[in-house]
């Protein structure tokens, strides 16, 4: 059985090496294709995994001395070569590892996809690219960019689209993925003008299922498959969904526990709510993959914790699995 293998960078994150490493062991025991290379402090990682069962086969550790900090910048890619992160992307370089999960810093990571990995033939912009659970139990959204590029031209937005295009078809199994603009009003003319010229080229691009302009606010209503934007308006979006889903879960449950009868109530709705929130909590979609890039490379958040950990690691698996780069490149040459 020919192993799928992922590099795991688990130095840089806020939380350490310990959510990490226990995530990927999860994955470990559930996909028995998988192979994890662990690249960061040799002893840090040798003592976590001696408390861990594990199929010693399908484990590696390779030390690194250096660490890209969340405070690095672009340029620490080339200063620290011996850090976690760029023995990682250089294990995917190589055709030693598939693919690269990571929770370290997000500019430097770019940088080094960009050096490293180098661009898909045709890309001039990559995208960060994660799943947003929607309302629609048969819909999951996928949103880009959300912070790789903020400088962006109408003809990038239209190669996100394909790219996501050919992601929705192999991963998530759409068969004709529907596509939107994410803008400020419905109409063809609204935007900047790199959203008018996007609008244009994805209306017109015959293998592309465009709808149209859609606004921030129905992101989360799994109307369309794919929603285009540049970086700025992307993240911003995105923040504003995970800091909304947070705050008014945090909200009900205050409500639902503000005196012994609203509790005694609760307990006969509490799988109802437990449902709801499991659906909406973004760490359950913490992930998200670099776009534009020759080889697989995925980003967690900073802040992950091993649940977060797990769905990045789970997704890069997929995306593995799905041949996702084959398909993007044939897309992208279509």
């Known amino acids: 059985m020919e192993l799928k293998t992922i590099a795991f960078d688990v130095m840089g994150s806020d939380n350490g090496l310990i959510p990490a490493v226990d995530a990927a062991i999860k994955l470990l025991s559930e996909r028995k294709d998988l192979k994890i290379i662990f690249v960061g402090d040799e002893e840090q990682l040798k003592a976590k995994l001696a408390t861990k069962k594990y199929d010693k086969n399908r484990v590696e550790v390779i030390n690194t001395t250096q660490v890209i900090e969340m405070t690095d910048g672009i340029m620490d890619i080339r200063r620290k070569k011996d850090s976690s992160m760029v023995k990682a992307l250089e294990l995917v370089r190589d055709g030693q590892a598939d693919a690269i999960t990571t929770g370290g810093a997000t500019a430097p990571f770019i940088a080094g996809c960009q050096f490293i990995l180098k661009p898909l033939d045709g890309i001039s912009k990559t995208a960060f690219m994660p799943v ?5 139990a048969n819909r ?7 912070g790789a590029n903020i400088e962006i031209k109408g003809e990038d937005l239209e190669k996100y689209a394909i790219m996501a295009s050919a992601y929705a078809k192999a991963v998530l199994g759409v068969d004709r993925p529907e596509v939107a603009l994410l803008n400020i009003g419905e109409e063809k003319s609204k935007g900047l003008d790199f959203h008018r010229e996007a609008y244009q080229l994805m209306a017109n691009n015959k293998n592309l299922s ?6 921030s606010r129905y992101i989360t209503n799994g109307l369309v498959d794919i929603i285009i934007s540049d970086g700025y308006g992307g993240n911003l979006a995105l923040k504003s969904f995970e800091g909304m889903g947070k705050n008014l879960l945090s909200e009900i449950k205050a409500a639902l526990t503000k005196n012994i009868w609203r509790k005694i109530a609760a307990l ?3 799988k109802a709510f437990k449902e709801v929130a499991n659906k909406f909590d973004y760490k359950n979609y913490a992930g998200a993959i670099l776009l534009g890039v020759s080889k697989i490379a995925f980003k967690s958040h900073g802040s992950s914790d091993t649940q977060s950990f797990f769905a990045t690691l789970r997704m890069t698996y997929e995306a593995i699995t799905n041949d996702v780069i084959t398909k993007m490149k044939s897309a992208i040459g279509d």
């Open 132 to 136: 947003i659970p929607t309302i629609n």
């Open 140 to 146: 999951q959204t996928m949103l880009l960019d959300v």
């Open 210 to 215: 465009f709808v149209g302009n859609i606004e």
């Open 268 to 270: 006969s709705l509490r």
